[in-house]
Nanobody
Framework: QVQLVEAGGGLVQAGGSLRLSCAAS????????MGWFRQAPGKEREFIAA????????PYADSVKGRFTISRDNVKNAVYLQMNSLKPEDTAVYYC?????????????????WGQGTQVTVSS
């Protein structure tokens, strides 16, 4: 079992940057696929990025491509999301998620473990 705790959210002006972290407890973190999702008020949860156990990164969501970067540290049991050039439309609760299977990495329903989320608010 994996427990996930996100941190790093907050209020930032448009054009600014934030770095989210997701700390994982439990064994075998290095064997998990990690994903970042977000959910804005009144909207469905949206895939942002994923990273395989070995660090392979599939295409990001179009909405964040070129601005966000996912990374992981298997020694520290953590996954990160560097967010640059933030826009007001990036405002949402951001979640990290973990699962052992790579298939459908962009589907929220495939992830077994979820963090509690961290709020990101981007002001214009």
């Amino acid at each position: 079992q994996v427990q996930l705790v996100e941190a790093g959210g907050g209020l930032v002006q448009a054009g600014g940057s934030l770095r989210l972290s997701c700390a994982a407890s439990g064994r075998a973190f290095a064997s998990y696929v990690m994903g970042w999702f977000r959910q804005a008020p009144g909207k469905e949860r949206e895939f942002i990025a994923a990273i395989s156990p070995s660090g392979t990164i599939p295409p990001y969501a179009d909405s964040v491509k070129g601005r966000f970067t996912i990374s992981r540290d298997n020694v520290k049991n953590a996954v990160y999301l560097q967010m640059n050039s933030l826009k007001p439309e990036d405002t949402a609760v951001y979640y990290c998620a973990a699962d052992t299977a790579w298939q459908n990495y962009y589907r929220d329903y495939k992830y077994k473990y979820w963090g509690q989320g961290t709020q990101v608010t981007v002001s214009s």
